[in-house]
């Protein structure tokens, strides 16, 4: 059954919880509380006023018991169901005056708990519960941009951001050729390309130049709006930033390599020389052993003991010649693919940057003659004027219809429609 909270808190003393021996964990779970709302970012305690409406998303969190904690999306009825409380209806009201009320209607719940292998039971008190708004309702964009549809709303959200958002305003440059009205480049969107195009350019020369940070002079030097310049020179560095990451940890894994395999060789030399070693000195002991087996000295089968070991001798040190040699060509090996890399990323930027300059020269010249010789037309050949932008709006049950400016800070559920003056 649907539990209005307006209703429920009329009587609000009588759902008030024991106190007795659990007043220390209240006082700990309030202090943890506390905490939680002085931490809070700034921007989340100023939309503590704003009216809770469908599609907004509450969290509720049981500081001692997570298992019991839920997301709950208020619906087209302004309703929720949440554990403890069943079904209410929250719409129109503040998460202020929520995060007062929820509490207080979950106290006295009792749920299971086992300890030590013994079920108790636990009733809730309201410093135990924490009630946010995690999510707010979007807003949609429709009309004339390049990508309609639904956007998240993000606190201090404007105008200008959703339309950047849906891929910026539709292109509206038309010539008069005919009922086939073909679609023109504006020069609006060249330059837009254009900002692009510098910013990628500036990316490409900062990385053949192994520098952390882009050169943004020739990027703010075009006549660009400035929110399409910051933007893509925030991108921009941000690309930088991330390409440099990922390269150093490729190439210092190919050094680490490299010095992995130096130390194989190295190693391979001294067991080399060890083993030379013991070959010469086991030369040494058959040539001895033959010299005193011809004088009659040592009999024959020592002669043959003491050969049998320097084959031996003989063949480890071949093997260990092969580990030595393999090690070396590895070596070179990764040596040869350090350097690659290095040049082939260098090759890879050159190309790229030789393109974008061409694409650059291209786009120049394209705005140049957009610009010079070319007028924003309709179907009849009047000039179109500037696009009208109007917000539509819930308050409760009152609708609203606003004409606005791009600056104009939006709500959530906010519908932004973009036309042009017919």
């Given at each position: 059954m649907m539990r209005p909270i307006d209703h429920l808190f009329q009587n609000r003393s009588a759902l008030e919880p024991e106190r007795g021996n659990r007043r220390w964990l209240q006082a700990a779970f309030a202090l943890v509380l506390a905490l939680m709302v002085v931490l809070q970012p700034l921007s989340v305690r100023a939309q503590e006023n704003y009216p809770i409406g469908p599609g907004d998303v509450l969290s509720v969190?049981?500081?001692?018991?997570?298992?019991?904690?839920?997301?709950?999306?208020?619906?087209?009825?302004?309703?929720?169901?949440?554990?403890?409380?069943?079904?209410?209806?929250?719409?129109?009201?503040?998460?202020?005056?929520?995060?007062?009320?929820?509490?207080?209607?979950?106290?006295?719940?009792?749920?299971?708990?086992?300890?030590?292998?013994?079920?108790?039971?636990?009733?809730?008190s309201p410093e135990e519960v924490s009630v946010t708004l995690s999510e707010y309702r979007p807003i949609f964009v429709d009309g004339a941009v390049n990508s309609p549809g639904q956007q998240p709303f993000v606190v201090g959200?404007?105008?200008?951001?959703?339309?950047?958002?849906?891929?910026?305003?539709?292109?509206?440059?038309?010539?008069?050729?005919?009922?086939?009205i073909r679609v023109r480049e504006h020069?609006?969107?060249?330059?837009?390309?254009?900002?692009?195009?510098?910013?990628?350019?500036?990316?490409?020369?900062?990385?053949?130049?192994?520098?952390?940070?882009?050169?943004t002079t020739e990027i703010e030097d075009l006549n660009a709006p400035p929110i399409l310049i910051a933007s893509a020179i925030e991108t921009a560095r941000s690309q930088v930033q991330t390409t440099n990451a990922l390269l150093e940890e490729e190439l210092a894994f190919l050094q680490r390599s490299v010095k992995e395999a130096e130390t194989r060789v190295m190693a391979a030399l001294r067991h080399e020389e060890v083993m030379s070693g013991i070959v010469l000195s086991e030369r040494e002991e058959v040539d001895q052993m033959e010299n005193l087996v011809a004088r009659g000295?040592?009999?024959?089968?020592?002669?043959i003991q003491a050969r049998r070991l320097y084959l031996q001798a003989a063949e480890r040190y071949s093997g260990v010649q092969a580990d030595r040699l393999s090690a070396e060509d590895s070596w070179r090996e990764l040596v040869l693919k350090q350097n690659q890399a290095l040049r082939e990323g260098a090759l890879k930027y050159q190309q790229r940057i030789q393109e974008l300059a061409q694409r650059e020269s291209a786009l120049r010249v394209q705005i140049d003659l957009s610009t010079a010789g070319l007028a924003e037309l309709d179907r009849e050949g009047e000039v179109l004027g500037a696009p009208r932008i109007t917000v539509f709006r819930k308050l409760g049950d009152q609708a609203l219809q606003i004409e606005v400016t791009p600056g104009t800070s939006l709500l959530p559920g906010d519908v932004v429609h973009v036309r042009f003056a017919e």
């Open positions: 969190t049981f500081l001692s018991n997570s298992q019991f904690n839920s997301k709950a999306v208020v619906g087209n009825d302004g309703t929720i169901f949440l554990p403890f409380a069943g079904e209410l209806t929250v719409a129109g009201r503040t998460i202020n005056q929520l995060r007062k009320d929820i509490p207080v209607l979950m106290t006295g719940s009792v749920f299971r708990e086992r300890v030590n292998g013994e079920e108790l039971l636990v009733s809730i959200m404007n105008v200008r951001q959703a339309i950047a958002a849906a891929k910026g305003i539709k292109n509206q440059f038309f010539s008069v050729d005919g009922p086939d020069p609006q969107v060249l330059m837009a390309d254009l900002v692009g195009v510098m910013a990628e350019l500036a990316v490409q020369r900062a990385l053949l130049a192994g520098a952390e940070d882009i050169d000295v040592r009999p024959s089968t020592l002669l």
